[in-house]
Structure formats: structure tokens, C-alpha cells
């Protein structure tokens, strides 16, 4: 007998298949002697919308509102083009898993989707919606080499213990269709009054909404103040010269001039001697592993283009090529289980490294601790070493292994020195403090050739008489708080606001939306013109703007409110809180915030969104649904920035053997209907003839490339 297993995506279906070492390949499906390995591509199954409960629900009225289905059911995701259609290729997917699974010679099933709430939904919504009378497992790994693949098939669970993941993820799915699906129809009904767009209401996009605004209005009602500082030069009995700082009480900045000016004249007679010098040894440990939020940040800050989205999209690339771990994770430490494997990867990266020597494999409390880890490890390199990536990967691959090999190389060390000096004239009461530093060891420094800011002060002792050279009262202005960038952003997100340190953020569940959903949740703020970037800053549109002032359900504001929500979730993974419990909170409070949208005031705030540009959208994306526009070289995706690869060429090769190039109808007629009737192509021979063409995905990897065929109205 053999058993079914169902990755999340083709490219897993590959890596697993290869583990073990199946290589016959059907339509849909990999075969071997104990194991059939088929997939899906993420979701094949989606939510029924509102109007496949009730057909009155087709068309947006007050009084259909609030509306919750009795009993949630899904349906056949929809087709990218048109919504009102099963998506052909998903459809034909699922029938591929359903003759599988009722084979006579499969006994079993494993779901080997990703190991987190929206992997479960995937897995179970499609072996529960099949109901093939088989018993279910589950496969847990965190990473997809064939040495873990197989290690994994030897520990696979009853999918029942899984029950609790399920569930959080399956209330996290009803939650946002009710939430969103109600006050998204009734909020538009009530302040668009059929102009404008639809105004999006969401659980998690109205908290993160509300940060960047606070942030805002926080700069724009800032008032700055002067404030001055006094900052001497003195002179060592060796003639060696440094600069000190005035304070008084701790502090440095002072608010009127005044008082400096007065200490200034009285340093013109006099002169210093040194009260006290303290020499301080310090140790700097390594930034912690990178979780998904930590390594958005880091990229997102350090790299011009880059969107926390981005960033993603190229990790979850990596990860399907086995060559890091599970990358959505809120962990910065690693299970204490996997002290053998880091320690082979490690010895696999550090090979040619110019400082190879230092690097040796220490067991610490700091990368291994099963206490400081929730769901999923940090994410690591595996031990398959990429011998090309594109310029993308590349980034993202360096990042995480600079980040690992840091955790087994030297602590940095530094001096500290720290000198008081105190004025001969003794009407002065504060000190001048002058503050130097000086790298001892580079150690894990040395990975990213960090340079040290060294300020190096000259020898002095105790005692030591020093002459005033020079002094000045400089002016200063306070200066506003920065808007945000989507690393602040994301951090802010990651704590629900709380002053968490990294490790206390993860284990707390308390958060905006999961490190899986927070770059999406940013997406679609830019998206639906909520907010706007501005070179790496973060603002709120006017739009965003009025939502924030004008939306009366305020608790969708509060970052205490969605954070509780969040930690109910992961509450719930843990069998603290009920599935029922939950959604019976969240459907009480969907219905109360209707009728409080119902009885606002009146409103109208289309006229606060901005004139959009005038380009034509041709079609969806069949990758990713956002828009197809026409770009000066080809007809591409308008998410192209955060990595969406799809493309027409208007030089196409394929089309240009045949003396033809794409154009706008031609484009709409083939997103539309997946194929369009081309006529007017040259053979060869020099031949006209027609036929019916179609841009598919490539099964194995992520291009597309033309298919070719006649009918009776289209021949050669």
C-alpha cells in the first residue's frame, strides 16, 4: 500500500520527491513504490463569498448587513480574471488529489503543507473537503533537504494532534470574512455613497493604519526648542589635546544660553584637572539569529527598493530550494535539538572564509534555547550551499548566513574610557565629561566588516592639571520624531507597541497579525491607497487620514484590542482558548459595529482619495492578481517592485520567429480567457497561417512560455 503525500506548492512537491528519490512524474503528481507525492499551489480552496449563501447578497445593501453564515463553506478558489469562475487550473489540481486519494492501493494520507495555521488550513481544507475514508498524518519540518525529508517520514503524526493549529487557523480565516466582508460593504454604503473606492476594513490593516498616523501627527504637531551645549578643548601636560562636554546633573543639553555663557567667561582664567578616569573593558555579543521581521527590517533599511514584502517573497523562494529554514517565524533562537545539524552547516559555510580560524562551534544559551523559541526555530542556512542565485537571493541568502556564522566567532570587545574633569574655578558646579572608545577585538565584527567609531583620548592621571585651549557654546534644535520605514513599522507590529525586549515580543502571542501576514498587511495599505511611501518613509494618505478620524468603530484602532485578538489565536494553538468562544466574540462584536456604522453621522470621504493616474489595466496577474499594465518594453505585473515576475515581452522571441508582436488586445484577450486566436503568423516557409495561443506557467519552475495549437477556424 502507499501513502499520499500533499505539499503546499510544486517546487516542495520536487524537493521531497527528490529526497526520495522518486522519478517517475504523472499530470499532477510524482509516483514511487510507497509514495505518491502530489501538491497544491497554496490555497485550492477559498471561502464561499457572501452571494453563494444568498443571491440577494450579490448586490451591496444596508439592509442585507450584517450578514454571517449558519455554517461556513468553501468553494474552488477563483480564477485570477474573473471571480465568478473556478480557477481551471487549481479545479483540475483538486480532481488530480481526489482520484489519488480514493486509489484502492493508498491507505494513508500525509499532509506535508507548511507547519503553521495557514499550512494547516491548506492541507486540511482539501483532504476534509475530499472525505476520503483514509487515516491522515502529518509532517512537520522546518526545512526541506533530503536528510530532514526523510527524518521526517520516520516521526509523522496523527493530523488529529494538529487539531488545535487548525482550529486557530480556520478562526483566524471565518474572523477576517466576517470583519472584513461586513464593515467593508457597510462602511462603503455609508460614506461613498456609490462614489470613490471601497473602503477596506480589515482587523489587522486598521491597527497598523492608526501607528502611521499617530507617527504623523506626532511630526506635525511637534514643536522644536532650542537647547545649547558647552564643549571645551583642554590640553594634557604631554600637549595633547581632546574636547570634553558640560554637564550638570547627567545632562548636557540646556534651555537657556544664559547659564553657559557665564561658565564660557569663567573658563577664559581658568583651568581644569582630571577628578577621575574609569577604563572600561566591554563586550559586544552578536545581534540575535534573524526572525522574518528582524531580517525585513535588516534588508528593507539597508537596501534602496526593497519592501518588507520583497523580502519575503525571496526567502519563501530560498526555503523551497532547501536552502534555508522555515522562514515565517517570530523565533531568534534555535531548539536545543538542533545543536548536530547547526554544527554541520556551520562547518559546511565557513570553509575559504578568511577568518575560518576563528570560527568554532560553541553550544550557547543564546542561539540554543528551547525556552526562547515559539512554533519555529530562526531562521538558518541549510547545509546545501547555493552554487548561483540571482541578485535577489543573493542579498537575502548573505544576510542570514553572515547572521549565523556571527553567533560562532569571537566576542567583540572594546574599551570605554570615560574622564571627569573639574574646573578650578569652584562657582562652576557641573563636571566636563569626555568620552573615548577604542575596538580591542574585531570578532564577529569582522563578518560584515563593521567599522568601529573610534575615538581614541590621550593618556591622562588622576590629579593631572589641564590647560583650557578653547571653548564654545554651540546652538541646537530639538528634532521631530522620523516617520516610520517598515522596519520601525514592522517592530512596532511584532510588539503590539509594548516595550518588549525580542525574546518576551515572540513568546507574548501579543502582536499585529502573524510574521507570516504583517508583510501583506503593508502591501495592501499601499495597495488600496491608505498609505504612501516616500523614498524609505512610511505616510498616511488623505484617505487614511479621514478613515482614522472618521470610522467610529474605534476598537479596530486600538492596538491593545487587535493584540488581544492575536493572543486568543495563539492562545488557542496552545488549547487555552475555544475555537467557539472566539468566534462567538468576534461575531457579536461584527454585528454591534454594523449597527454603529448604520447610525453614524453622515460622512462622504471619496472626495478625500487622490485622482488616479489614467493607465489602462489589461488584465490580473495570474501569478499574484494585481493589475497588468502596459510598460515601455513589455506588458508586465504592477507589483513588480515586490517581485512579481510576470511579464509579456514585446519583443518575444518565440512570437517574433513567427513575425509577430504582443499587443493590448491581444494581452486582455489572453488574461481574460487564458487563450486568444491569433491570426496573421508566418511560417518558416514563409506561410501565413492561425492559431489559438496560450502564456502558461512552467510546472517546474517560476517562468511561463507560449503553447501552440489549431482548431478547424485556426490552422496552418
Known sequence: MKAVIIAEKPSVAKNIADALKIKKRNDGFYEGDNYIVTWAFGHLLQLYDAKDYDEKMAKWQMDNFPFIPEKFQYKVKSSPTNRDKADSGAKKQLDTIRSLLFRNDVDSIISACDYDREGQVIGDSVIYNIKAPKQVYRLLLNEWTPDEVNAGLEQIRPNSDLRP?????????????????????????????????????????????????????????????????????????????????????????????????????????????????????????????????????????????????????????????????????????????????????????????????????????????????????????????????????????????????????????????????????????????????????????????????????????????????????TSHVTKPPKHHTEKTLLRVMETCGKNYDEEEAVLSGFSIGTPATRAETIKKLKDIGYIFSKDKSLLCSELGRKIVETFPVKELFDLEFTGKLEKALSDMEKKKVSRSVFLNFIFDFTRKSVEMIKNDQDVILHHATQEPKKIEVLGKCPICSSSIVEGQKGFGCSDWKNGCKFVIWKNDKFLATMKKKPNKTMVKKLLKDGEVLTKGLTSKKGNKFDAILRYEKNPENEFFSWKMSFTENASK
Do not use: C
Not at 203 to 218: A, G, H, N, Q, S
Not at 388 to 411: C, G
Not at 444 to 452: A, M
Open 165 to 473: 493549529l487548525q482550529d486557530a487557523g480556520v478562526s483566524r480565516q471565518w474572523a477576517d470574512w466576517a470583519i472584513g466582508i461586513n464593515l467593508t460593504s457597510v462602511a462603503t454604503l455609508k460614506y461613498q455613497k456609490g462614489g470613490g473606492q471601497a473602503l477596506n476594513i480589515g482587523r489587522v490593516i486598521l491597527p497598523t493604519l492608526k501607528i502611521i498616523y499617530d507617527r504623523d501627527k506626532e511630526i506635525e504637531t511637534f514643536v522644536p526648542e532650542n537647547y545649547y551645549k558647552l564643549v571645551a578643548t583642554f590640553k594634557t601636560q604631554r600637549e595633547e589635546e581632546f574636547e570634553a562636554t558640560y554637564m550638570e546633573e547627567q545632562e548636557d543639553k540646556f534651555k537657556t544660553k544664559a547659564t553657559l555663557d557665564e561658565i564660557y567667561a569663567i573658563l577664559q582664567r581658568s583651568s581644569g584637572v582630571v577628578l577621575d578616569k574609569q577604563v572600561e573593558r566591554k563586550r559586544e555579543y552578536p545581534p540575535f539569529l534573524f526572525n522574518l521581521s528582524n531580517l525585513q527590517g535588516y534588508v528593507t533599511s539597508k537596501y534602496k527598493g526593497w519592501t518588507s514584502d520583497k523580502v519575503l517573497k525571496v526567502a519563501q523562494s530560498l526555503y523551497e530550494k532547501k536552502y534555508i529554514t522555515y522562514p515565517r517565524t517570530g523565533s531568534t533562537a534555535l531548539e536545543e535539538s538542533l545543536v548536530g545539524r547547526a554544527a554541520k552547516v556551520l562547518e559546511a559555510l565557513k570553509k575559504g572564509l578568511p577568518y575560518e580560524d576563528e570560527i568554532s562551534f560553541v553550544k550557547t544559551k543564546r542561539v540554543f534555547n528551547n525556552a526562547k523559541v515559539e512554533s519555529h526555530s530562526a531562521i538558518m542556512p541549510t547545509y546545501v550551499i547555493p552554487k548561483s542565485l540571482t541578485s535577489d537571493e543573493q542579498i537575502v541568502y548573505t544576510a542570514i548566513k553572515n547572521r549565523f556564522i556571527m553567533q560562532f566567532m569571537p566576542v567583540a570587545e572594546h574599551e570605554e574610557t570615560r574622564i571627569q574633569i573639574k574646573i578650578s574655578d569652584s562657582s562652576v558646579k557641573g563636571l566636563f565629561i569626555a568620552k573615548g572608545r577604542v575596538q580591542i577585538i574585531e570578532g564577529w565584527r569582522k563578518v560584515e566588516k563593521i567599522e568601529s567609531k573610534d575615538n581614541m583620548l590621550p593618556f591622562v592621571e588622576a590629579r593631572e592639571n589641564l590647560e583650557i585651549t578653547n571653548a564654545e557654546v
